[in-house]
């Protein structure tokens, strides 16, 4: 099995930052795509930032020029730093990674999620 936690998240004021962290464990396995999402209640699921194995990043427009992700797949580790937060960041995270794994193939794979709530 492939297990993805997520951790960082919290309270922070408007304009605060804050720092996401999500972790992969299994073995024989090899991650190609990292990604964040979040959601909140009565809203779809948004993919917010993804990060490709050779690097290449992509944002959403709502997050991009505040939000950066970063991934180390050596590590089996990605990041998700997040400033200038405004009240509409406050969602649940969830981390998600396409990985393959021996024996199964190329299969996506989602972390619990972690709380982020930017209010004054």
């Known amino acids: 099995q492939v297990q993805v936690v997520e951790s960082g998240g919290g309270l922070v004021q408007p304009g605060g930052s804050l720092t996401l962290s999500c972790a992969a464990s299994g073995s024989d396995f090899s991650i190609y795509v990292m990604r964040w999402y979040r959601q909140t209640p009565g809203k779809e699921r948004e993919l917010v930032a993804a990060i490709l194995s050779g690097g290449y990043t992509n944002y959403a427009d709502s997050v991009r020029g505040r939000f950066t992700i970063s991934g180390d797949n050596a590590k089996n580790t990605q990041y998700l730093q997040m400033n200038s937060l405004k009240p509409e960041d406050t969602a649940i995270y969830y981390c998600?990674?396409?990985?393959?794994?021996?024996?199964?193939?190329?299969?996506?794979?989602w972390g619990q999620g972690t709380q982020v709530t930017v209010s004054s």
């Open positions: 998600n990674i396409a990985a393959h794994r021996a024996g199964i193939g190329l299969r996506d794979y």
